[in-house]
């Protein structure tokens, strides 16, 4: 089995997600997040996410999260998968830390959903081992892993990625080092233009979500998924690709930016577009 030891950083929604499914794959992990506390809510969520599957078939909750040990810094493993929040500046310099912790032969890969792969790979020492893996959320149930190359991405690191990724139960589908990638090139300008409708009072949030569910057959409208995804995850994303595409119709609605501003980040937070 490739990768038998893999260090997860951030043990958030996505970070403890990821570990979930890699300690299910019977791989070892040790995740790290130097927030007090959050290793701790990530271990908890993860333990209420295994007792759901658990009753559906899945497997003990008690064998995967023994697989999970938290440790206090970077510790060398096989494989780094990067769960931080969406900041290219604080993800470059974990890459940095990274690449002189993890062993030369180790892949360095980061969940963005945004900041290019390739800024992340020059900042270390191991370019063709930098990849881009982006789960989606919830990890422990949608299958897609988007596989993004950086432009240094040697061949091999993408096959070892994407078999990962299969292993991991996965479907992995690679992208190009691009803004956004595919997945939030298309994802958010629909979640923006669902807040500039309800900006502009064209309805409200939850007729905006039940025409999506129904008349697009989405699972989720784009302003209960906003929630999900946080806000202010949304405007990071939607800034990179702002800054990265240069094309105005990729700006934060000023609604997105005002809720963010108030505390309003969704779920995380207690209310966003909904309370919770």
């Known amino acids: 089995m490739r990768f038998e030891h893999v260090l997860v950083v951030g043990a958030g929604q996505m970070g ?4 979930q499914v890699v300690a299910a794959s019977g791989r070892r ?14 271990l908890a969520a993860m333990g209420k996410s295994l007792e759901r599957l658990a009753e559906k078939g899945g497997a003990d909750p008690g064998e995967v ?28 310099e974990l890459f940095r830390r990274a690449d002189g912790v993890l062993p030369a032969e180790a892949v360095l ?18 370019p063709e081992r930098v990849i881009g893996m982006h789960f989606f959320n919830p990890v422990p149930v949608l ?12 061949d091999e690191t993408a096959a070892e990625i994407t078999e990962l990724a ?26 923006n233009e669902a807040a500039y409708a309800l900006m502009e009072g064209v309805a409200d949030a939850d007729a905006i979500d039940t ?22 995850t949304c405007v990071a994303i939607m800034e990179v690709l702002h800054s990265g595409l240069g094309d105005q119709k990729y700006a934060p ?24």
Do not use: W
């Not at 992990?29 to 990530?42: E, F, I, K, T």
């Not at 988007?146 to 991405?153: G, L």
């Not at 292993?167 to 992995?172: N, Q, S």
């Open 166 to 191: 299969r292993e991991l139960g996965k479907e992995p589908a690679e992208a190009r080092d691009f803004p956004g990638f595919v997945s939030n090139r298309i994802l958010m300008p629909f979640i």
């Open 143 to 154: 299958k897609l892993v988007e596989v993004i190359r950086a432009i240094q991405t040697s």
């Open 253 to 276: 609605c000023p609604l997105l930016r005002r809720y963010v501003e108030a505390g309003r980040l969704g779920r995380k937070s207690g209310e966003g577009f909904y309370r919770y």
């Open 16 to 19: 403890g997600g990821i570990a």
């Open 29 to 42: 992990v040790s995740l790290h997040d130097p927030y007090p506390g959050a290793v701790d809510r990530g």
């Open 211 to 232: 025409i999506a569910k129904l008349g697009f057959a989405h699972p989720m409208g784009p302003l209960a998924l906003a929630d999900l995804i946080g806000l202010d």
């Open 109 to 126: 890969a980061s969940n963005t959903s945004s900041v290019p792969i390739t800024s992340l790979a020059a900042v270390t020492t191991r």
């Open 65 to 92: 999260l023994g697989r999970i040990t938290p440790v206090d810094g970077l510790a060398p493993a096989d494989l780094m998968i990067e769960a931080i929040t969406e900041d290219a500046r604080a993800k470059a």
